[in-house]
């Protein structure tokens, strides 16, 4: 059976020990039931990994003693989800499926047809999510989470300034987009470092903002006759895109 993760802010040293925080400590006793000896793996979210011994298990406290540490680099292409956000615990599962399909970072997309808002503390509660696809699937980089941003912005943050436009694509899902054959076989997403996914609501964008977009060199893509729900279309999205990193 693999070694559960458990997340630190920092990775010690090798022989060093690392105390984990009362919720990771809480999982190691209670839900998973370790003890003394054991073997973990101890992960930082941003791409550093150290196979670990619990050392410490105490009812307030575990410890576990780092063995080596290991580096792992950032998956590429980049993939970025701006999306809509859906109602209630469909955007936890949004975010839990996100992760473990290799999304490295997350923005609500604000838009017209919008129906549902970031909450006041949403951000602690997503950032726990996160950490726990990431165990769950064990993937040593965390998503990021950014700003809300607006259709017609997302040209300018796909423009980073370590990427030429060549190296950057937006990929728009949309009902009336091209099969995804043809859009994942484009040059411009083949060779893209960075790829950005746009999800609009289950409304769709209004017309100005899909056009926006277009305008801009956003690739429109089709997953399905139907109108998925968003969460499903992120999920489905990804795990076309994902292939992009075979």
Do not use: N
């Not at 791409?47 to 792992?72: D, F, K, N, Q, S």
């Not at 997403?189 to 899909?210: F, K, S, T």
């Amino acid at each position: 059976m693999p070694e559960p993760w458990f997340h630190v802010t920092a990775l010690p040293e090798p022989g060093q020990v690392a105390q984990l925080d009362a919720r990771e400590s809480q999982h190691a006793r209670g839900a998973r039931r370790l003890e003394l000896g054991e073997s973990v793996v101890l992960f930082d979210g941003y791409g550093a990994t150290a196979p670990a011994i619990l050392c410490e298990v105490e009812r307030r406290c575990v410890g576990a003693r780092a063995e080596a540490v290991e580096y792992h680099d950032r998956p590429s292409p980049a993939l970025h989800v701006v999306s809509a956000l859906p109602r209630g615990d469909r955007l936890a599962q949004l975010l839990s499926m996100a992760t473990q399909l290799g999304m490295s970072s997350f923005r609500p997309l604000q838009c017209q047809r919008g129906v549902a808002r970031p909450r006041a503390g949403a951000r602690e509660r997503w950032e726990r999510i996160l950490r726990e696809a990431c165990k769950q699937s064990r993937r040593a980089w965390l998503p990021e989470i950014g700003e809300p941003c607006a259709p017609q912005v997302i040209a300018t943050l796909s423009a980073d300034a370590t990427l030429s436009a060549k190296r950057s694509a937006v990929v728009l899902l949309d009902p009336s987009g091209a099969r995804s054959a043809s859009v994942v076989a484009e040059p411009k997403l083949r060779d893209a470092e960075a790829i950005w996914l746009v999800i609009g609501p289950e409304g769709g964008l209004d017309e100005a903002e899909r056009a926006q977009l277009l305008s801009d060199g956003a690739l429109a893509l089709t997953l399905s006759e139907g109108i998925l729900r968003i969460e499903t279309a992120v999920a489905a999205g990804l795990t076309l895109l994902s292939q992009l990193r075979l």
